[in-house]
């Protein structure tokens, strides 16, 4: 399988950027469709973008269309979220996950072959 490993949280300000990674190892990422959720405090985790491993689909959860931004690079096996005009619910633990031929919209949890271990993006107000 698949080992992922998520960088690049941080504590910013309503308004600022941040871009986060995920690094992958064992397995080439071209096989993968590569998938980031979050889990706010007190909440379940949710779906926010997703990129197919072949087309080039992309899909994201109503919450965070235009203003993030998901894209790979498959010969660095790392998948990107460029986040913009970040807000204070926008704060959660940020996880990437990887399934085998997966599209670009979220599966079920258990669906998936690996996750990382997180990254903590805190917003504030």
């Known amino acids: 399988q698949v080992h992922l490993v998520e960088s690049g949280g941080g504590l910013v300000q309503a308004g600022d950027s941040l871009r986060l990674s995920c690094v992958g190892s064992?397995?080439?990422?071209?096989?993968?469709?590569m998938h980031w959720f979050r889990q706010g405090p007190g909440k379940v985790r949710e779906f926010v973008a997703g990129?197919?491993?072949?087309?080039?689909?992309?899909s994201y959860a109503d919450s965070v269309k235009g203003r993030f931004t998901i894209s790979r690079d498959n010969n660095k096996n790392t998948v990107y979220l460029q986040m913009t005009s970040l807000k204070p619910e926008d704060t959660a633990v940020y996880f990437c996950?990887?399934?085998?031929?997966?599209?670009?919209?979220?599966?079920?949890?258990?669906?998936?072959?690996?996750w990382g271990q997180g990254t903590q993006v805190t917003v504030s107000s």
């Open positions: 064992g397995r080439p990422f071209s096989q993968y469709g």
């Open positions: 990129s197919a491993w072949t087309d080039g689909r992309t």
């Open positions: 996950g990887a399934r085998e031929f997966g599209g670009p919209d979220g599966y079920t949890e258990a669906s998936y072959e690996s």
